[in-house]
């Protein structure tokens, strides 16, 4: 069974930073891509970031390049997201998702205060 179980999210500033995790099991974490995605209130969910398998290759939405990282440890099944200089727009649900499997966390809510 394949479990996603984001964490790390929180309450911060304008301009501040937080790193999410997200800790995988059920599958084969390592031969999988994973993304992050966000959902605001009445909005759809977006990728955010993207990394492939390796870790060697990394995709970020236009408006979070330069401030955010995506990073894996395929060690430790765990996928993070740095996110530096944070906006109040930017506050939303993040999900973690192994690309190509139908599978979602919980989310871990990011509210940032401005």
């Known amino acids: 069974q394949v479990q996603l179980v984001e964490s790390g999210g929180g309450l911060v500033q304008s301009g501040g930073s937080l790193r999410l995790s997200c800790a995988a099991s059920?599958?084969?974490?390592?031969?999988?891509?994973m993304s992050w995605y966000r959902q605001a209130p009445g909005k759809k969910r977006e990728l955010v970031a993207l990394?492939?398998?390796?870790?060697?290759?990394?995709n970020y939405a236009d408006s979070v390049k330069g401030r955010f990282t995506i990073s894996r440890d395929n060690a430790k099944n765990t996928v993070y997201l740095q996110m530096n200089s944070l906006k109040p727009e930017e506050t939303a649900v993040y999900y973690c998702?192994?690309?190509?499997?139908?599978?979602w966390g919980q989310g871990t809510q990011v509210t940032v205060s401005s």
């Open positions: 990394i492939r398998s390796a870790g060697s290759s990394t």
């Open positions: 059920g599958f084969t974490f390592s031969n999988y891509f």
């Open positions: 998702n192994a690309v190509g499997l139908p599978a």
